[in-house]
Nanobody, 126 residues
Framework: QVQLVESGGGLVQTGGSLRLSCAASGRTFANYAMGWFRQAPTKEREFVAAISWTVGSTYYADSVKGRFTISRDNAKNTVYLQMNSLKPEDTAIYYC???????????????????WGQGTQVTVSS
């Protein structure tokens, strides 16, 4: 019974910040790429950021690099996404994912990850 449960979404104004959390349970996530994806209305799901559970290396979409930071706390089985300088175009449902055995770059390009959370809504008002 693997679960990824996102939290921390909400409504913020342009320029504001939010920290999303992804609580992972049900298995050990060693050798997994942990990712954040988002899906805005009328758009396909797109990659945001990824982190290696074991090593901690990171990879970001160009659209969020410099504004968002992904991190993880292995002891708490939690992945975070710190989002700063938010823009209206960041409005989306944000999903946490876990994908085994792929590089971060590969995981960013693949939609069929092993596990997905149900998402948390982020709305940025102008």
């Amino acid at each position: 019974q693997v679960q990824l449960v996102e939290s921390g979404g909400g409504l913020v104004q342009t320029g504001g910040s939010l920290r999303l959390s992804c609580a992972a349970s049900g298995r050990t996530f060693a050798n997994y790429a942990m990712g954040w994806f988002r899906q805005a209305p009328t758009k396909e799901r797109e990659f945001v950021a990824a982190i290696s559970w074991t090593v901690g290396s990171t990879y970001y979409a160009d659209s969020v690099k410099g504004r968002f930071t992904i991190s993880r706390d292995n002891a708490k089985n939690t992945v975070y996404l710190q989002m700063n300088s938010l823009k209206p175009e960041d409005t989306a449902i944000y999903y946490c994912s876990a994908d085994f055995g792929r590089s971060l770059e590969q995981a960013a390009r693949i939609r069929f990850h092993d596990y997905w959370g149900q998402g948390t809504q982020v709305t940025v008002s102008s």
